[in-house]
Structure formats: C-alpha cells, structure tokens
C-alpha cells in the first residue's frame, strides 16, 4: 500500500520512526517532510498529503504536528478529505467504520511511537461500513 506522511517540527521525530516502520512493514512511503525540528507551518505539509490523497497518489495520509489539532484542522478544509484525530485503539477504529477517514492524525507531543503502530495498524485494516454512515458522509461534501 502507498501512504502519504507529512508532519511538522512537532511531529518530526515520530513521522521518522513511523515512516521506518511502515516501510519495514512493506509499505510504499511518500514522505513529503519535514525533514529536521526546525520550526515550519504545518498546513504547508498537510497539503503536500492532501494532495497525494486526492490526487490517488497513495491510498492512506498520515499527518502529524504538536497536538494533532491544527494540522486536523488544515487537512479537512479541503475536498475529499476525511483526517481524524486518533488517540485510541476505539478512535482508530472508528474513525474508518463510520467515517471512512483517509487521513489519520497524531499529536507528536501525545502519541507514543507504539500507540501510533497500534493505531496505524487499526486504521489500515479496518473497513467503512458504509450503509447509514454513508449518506452522512455524503452530507460533508459540499
């Protein structure tokens, strides 16, 4: 499977173990940065993953910055995208079962590199259930 990752200084360290263990996990990774701590805006990286989702250019986005909270917030703001906040195993779950979320997000500053594995694990092998779910995601596009 082909993810997007993308994270800013406050997401830096994790995005790096994260995209290490994708690609040992046989992942195709597209790692659009941040590449250091320095300090940088984080709806510059949620776009490049936007962009990658929207584009079929991979099949899932992670995104991560400080709390999780504004690069949220940058990602959902564009068509076709559906990134959640995971900070348990029930969210991850859910969060593909109702709401069929193509982007999973994580604070770096709150999220473990172990819960993120669990969760990214989740994440991936879950389906949308679609049926009653469907017709409310249909109400979010606009």
């Keep these: 499977m082909i993810i997007s990752v993308g994270a800013d200084h406050g997401g830096f ?3 790096d ?3 290490n263990y994708l690609k040992k996990s046989g992942h195709e990774v597209l790692d659009n940065g941040t590449f250091s701590s320095d300090s940088v805006d984080y709806p ?3 776009k490049l993953v936007v962009k990658d989702i929207q584009q079929e250019k991979a099949r899932f986005g992670i995104l991560i910055c400080g709390s999780g909270i504004g690069i949220s917030i940058a990602a959902n703001r564009h068509p ?4 959640a906040l995971v900070t348990n195993k029930e ?4 969060s593909r079962q109702h709401n069929n979320a193509n982007i ?4 770096g500053r709150f999220t473990s590199f172990e819960e993120a594995k669990e ?3 989740i994440f991936f092998i879950t389906a949308f259930e679609g049926g009653r779910h469907l017709n409310r995601i249909n109400k ?3």
């Design 104 to 107: 999973i997000v994580f604070g």
């Design 91 to 94: 969210f991850a779950k859910l």
């Design 44 to 46: 510059d990286f949620a």
């Design 140 to 142: 979010i596009e606009v």
């Design 13 to 15: 360290e994790l995005k």
């Design 80 to 83: 076709g995208i559906r990134a």
């Design 17 to 19: 173990s994260i995209v």
């Design 119 to 121: 969760y990214i694990d």
